[in-house]
């Protein structure tokens, strides 16, 4: 005779494997970067400043898709133009003393991406991201802390929806 712990592990094993088997049948795939053609790659970055950021998270976001950054403009197959309209912050909320205490923070950018002769590739897109910054007694290096790592998300963010435009754009 099984003692009840060893049932109820029988049964949590049998129904993970059953809802493993069901996900699988309906077809369901993890979302996965898409990718640019062979022959756009190596692309090239122009209008980001090289130690910006912004351009370290989409080098790295390209990267991790397995497509190639030319360092240089002679030896790229494609040129993706980066205009960045820069950070904005709008307050949201005022506290009883008439002191700004909620922001949204929102980063636009502008992308192009021609060929190494300049033909365009894809019509000018705008991609942007906004978060919500409470600034309530975030004085000294924790604000800054907080406020450096919530830029560096939004900039990882900025990267992929980047990549998933160009991906859909050259469908």
Known sequence: MQTPSRKNAQ?????????LLLLCGCGFQMRSSPSLPEHLTPLYIQGLERYDQ???ALRHSLAAADIQVA???PGAAAILTVRDHGLTRKIITVDS???ATEYALTRKLT???SDSSGRPLMDERTVGVQRDWIDVGKD???GRVEKGQLQQDMHAELAQSI????GYALR
Do not use: Y
């Open 11 to 19: 049964h949590a094993t049998w129904l993970a494997g059953l809802l």
């Open 54 to 56: 912004l351009n370290r």
């Open 71 to 73: 360092e240089e403009r």
């Open 97 to 99: 003393r008439g002191k």
């Open 111 to 113: 992308i192009t991406l």
């Open 140 to 142: 000294g290096l924790a």
């Open 163 to 166: 990549l998933r435009v160009l």
